[in-house]
């Protein structure tokens, strides 16, 4: 065999060399650790969804896990949606009694537009009247504005 070919076939076995450690190899090694999480589910267990979801664990079986989002809310999901078990890092502290929002704060009027004429005689049904007095009329969902001008 000349040279040339030689050095084809070399490069050609680094290459799926290479292509077996830059890809498989690690892709391989993510699939047993997911599945190695998967495994060491368990009722009671704290876990985050790839949604972005927390829940615990109610039920579990081959293919689904039945969550509790909220205390009385449950939530049925694939087991393959569960992202990873959660560690205390993961979730924010509860609010206290204290930090809690009032009802009777005013709204921050920096939010709302300050054109637009908040009343309850305002018209909500596609217009805005604003404080001037002018109407300017938005278009609802899915209408074609060439027909409307």
Do not use: C
Request: no cysteine.
């Amino acid at each position: 065999m000349p040279q040339s070919q030689w050095s084809t076939l070399v490069l050609i076995a680094l290459m799926v060399v290479a292509f077996y450690f830059l890809i498989l190899r690690p892709q391989k090694k993510r699939q047993q650790a997911i599945q190695a999480t998967l495994s060491s589910l368990a009722p009671g267990s704290r876990v985050l969804l790839g949604s972005g979801l927390f829940g615990t664990i109610l039920a579990i079986g081959d293919r689904q896990a039945v969550l509790e989002i909220s205390p009385g809310v449950e939530l049925t999901v694939l087991k393959q949606a569960i992202v990873r078990t959660v560690t205390e890092a993961d979730e924010d502290s509860v609010l206290s009694d204290d930090d809690a929002l009032v009802d009777d704060e005013p709204l921050d009027q920096a939010v709302l537009p300050q054109d637009v004429d908040y009343s309850a005689g305002s018209n909500h049904t596609g217009s805005t009247v604003v404080s001037d007095g002018t109407d300017r009329t938005t278009p609802s969902a899915g209408a074609d504005p060439k027909r409307l001008s």
